[in-house]
């Protein structure tokens, strides 16, 4: 079957329903096949292998060596494919797991939506931002069940931070500072030159709709984040973490404006910035994103400052903390002044003593917390896919819907721009539009080659 031909088939037949869904009891188990086999991807299948209620029954990768080991591991009636059509066309398969590089998170969600799949695909969502609201649209014409791997959202201390902001508990937050912190300087990944893909591998396939290029280790396994034809950088990479916590702790779902300015300081072959400073305006804070090569906490590589009136917020997946602010000191009236100045000359012309002051200290606004000792894996990350699968049979979003996912992913797509274009970018949010650049607006979508191209809804 033809690329085109496939897309037209499934449009055609989803237009009646969900005509390869089946309608699930309480007791049925879910039938599952996972699209994608990196890091991520076999992380799921980890997972998904081992819960009683779920068959894993295809798995995918355009690198077959890694597709029939994964199958062997899984075993039983679980199929392997190089194709993700293969998996799609399948009427026994429920939901799919996409775990592909970015610029395959779209197309194959969608045409998975129109083929009456579930979708869990991790984030970043999208490449650009017309993908995103497309696989939204897609979700909701088809009724998709469809969870964004942003795993934090299932993090209870993420949301006890929410409900901290929202209480007023650190007063009125004007100012956020999130971050990621790489180090490896001064070599980077290396400058690897190109070569023969190795045998196995579907090097066309894995380019799929990404311009025409020759093999390169860099970018394929984990380091195609660092070239813009499959990805966006760290700032699509982990800022989509830290912006969909900063969206979920503040009750917001889009920026007035984007502004970033970085560099290339590694001695490797990536197109994206190692250096990233992006400010996002929101109604009423701001948030910094920074991705650096160096940082004064090793330890904690990731995170997100909060600045309240009251006190500093800091959470990361290991736990949050509140750090109570202090008047630091006592506004006093002109007339005070003066008369401080007139009896301190009086002192010095009789030599008298300076009397003693006796002011309390500045009492704290807040009282401070501390909780440490959490992590998100294994337990928090199997929660999350659990909330996908439960939703599959309850037919009720999951906690990181589509939607979630798409309006976090904005301010990332918006910080890229603004870096390629070199100037700030002014967001409208309700027509998802930049206002008054017409160069910038270009890369809110992009060409997709031939055959491939991003499916109608």
């Known amino acids: 079957m033809q690329r085109r031909d496939f897309v037209q088939t499934a449009v055609t037949g989803a237009a009646a329903g969900p005509f390869l869904s089946r309608a699930l009891g309480a007791n049925d188990r879910i039938v599952v096949g996972q699209i994608g086999l990196g890091a991520r991807g076999y992380y799921e299948v980890t997972i998904t292998s081992k819960n009683p209620a779920v068959d894993l029954a295809a798995v995918c990768d355009v690198y077959r060596p890694l597709a029939d080991l994964t199958r062997q591991k899984v075993g039983g009636r679980c199929e392997s494919y190089t194709d993700f059509r293969r998996i799609l ?28 799949k579930d979708v869990y695909c991790e984030k970043p969502l999208s490449h650009t931002l017309q993908e995103g609201r497309r696989m939204v649209q897609a979700a909701r014409k088809y009724n998709r069940v469809f969870q964004v791997g942003s795993q934090q959202r299932s993090a209870p201390h993420f949301a006890k931070c929410a409900e901290l902001v929202h209480s007023g508990y650190i007063g009125e937050v004007s100012a956020i500072d999130c971050w990621i912190v790489s180090n490896e300087y001064p070599q980077g990944f290396g400058d690897l030159p190109d070569s023969d893909p ?5 090097w066309d396939l894995y380019l799929g709709p990404a311009p025409k290029a020759p093999y390169n280790r860099n970018r394929y396994i984990w380091n195609f984040r660092w070239f813009w034809d499959y990805s966006g950088g760290n700032m699509t990479d982990w800022g989509a973490h830290h912006l969909d916590s900063i969206h979920q702790i503040m009750n917001a779902d889009a920026p007035k404006s984007a ?5 290339r300081y590694l001695k490797d072959n990536r197109e994206t910035p190692d250096s990233f400073l992006a400010t996002f305006e929101y109604p009423s804070f701001s948030v910094r994103f920074v991705n650096s090569q160096v940082g004064l906490k090793m330890d904690r590589y990731a995170g997100t400052l909060i600045y309240g009136t009251k006190g500093t917020l800091f959470v990361d997946r290991r736990g949050y903390e509140v750090v109570p602010s202090r008047f630091s000191a006592i506004v006093r009236s002109d007339l005070d002044q003066v008369q401080d100045m007139l009896e301190s000359r009086q002192r010095e012309l009789t030599g008298a003593p300076r009397p003693a002051r006796r002011e309390p200290p500045p009492a704290p606004l807040c009282e401070p917390i501390r909780v440490t000792g959490i992590s998100l894996d294994p337990e928090i990350q199997i929660q999350h896919v659990e909330n996908f699968l439960d939703c599959v049979k309850s037919r009720n979003r999951p906690v990181a819907d589509i939607e979630i996912g798409h309006r976090s992913i904005i301010p990332c797509h918006l910080g890229n721009i603004s870096y390629r274009t070199g100037r700030k970018i002014r967001w409208d949010a309700q027509q998802e539009q930049i206002v008054g650049d017409a160069e910038a607006s270009r890369l809110l979508s992009k060409k997709y080659r031939d055959p491939w191209h991003l499916p109608s809804v």
């Open 89 to 116: 066309e399948r009427k026994d398969i429920d939901a799919v797991f996409v775990s592909t590089p970015d610029h395959w998170h779209a197309p194959i969600s969608i045409m998975a939506c129109q083929a009456g």
């Open 198 to 202: 190795p045998a196995g591998l579907d």
């Open 259 to 263: 502004y970033a300015v970085g560099a």
